[in-house]
Nanobody, 125 residues
Framework: VQLQASGGGLVQAGGSLRLSCAAS????????VGWFRQAPGKEREFVAA?????????YANVVKGRFTISRDRANNTVYLLQMNSLKPEDTAVYYC??????????????????WGQGTQVTVSS
């Protein structure tokens, strides 16, 4: 499985961005796709996850109500992260990954085995 993340950029506080994670290869082996982020000097942090068919979603409390994860209806191997009401503290490199493990581990980065290359999101105040 290969994952390609894109869509990052520079935005002012209160603005929006939409990230994309395109999966290729053995996508039939996908169970869940997750987004994490990592700011300089900090641990990789869970943001959101979705089942491969888009049926169930999971969010970190810090983004709940502002971010929405979904599967692209036009291309069902692309997973989207719509980020609204962005804050300077959302600034980080965002990564998408393939989750391999029980649902209880969806927020644990070590339960992901493939990662995209990361896309930088910068929110200015």
């Amino acid at each position: 499985v290969q994952l390609q993340a894109s869509g990052g950029g520079l935005v002012q506080a209160g603005g929006s961005l939409r990230l994309s994670c395109a999966a290729s290869g053995r996508t039939a082996s996908m169970s869940r796709v997750g987004w994490f982020r990592q700011a300089p000097g900090k641990e990789r942090e869970f943001v959101a996850a979705i089942t491969w068919n888009g049926g169930y979603t999971y969010y970190a409390n810090v983004v709940k109500g502002r971010f929405t994860i979904s599967r692209d209806r036009a291309n069902n191997t692309v997973y989207l992260l719509q980020m609204n009401s962005l804050k300077p503290e959302d600034t980080a490199v965002y990564y998408c990954g393939r989750h391999r493990g029980p649902l209880s581990t969806v927020a644990i980065s070590t339960s992901y085995d493939f990662w995209g290359q990361g896309t930088q999101v910068t929110v200015s105040s």
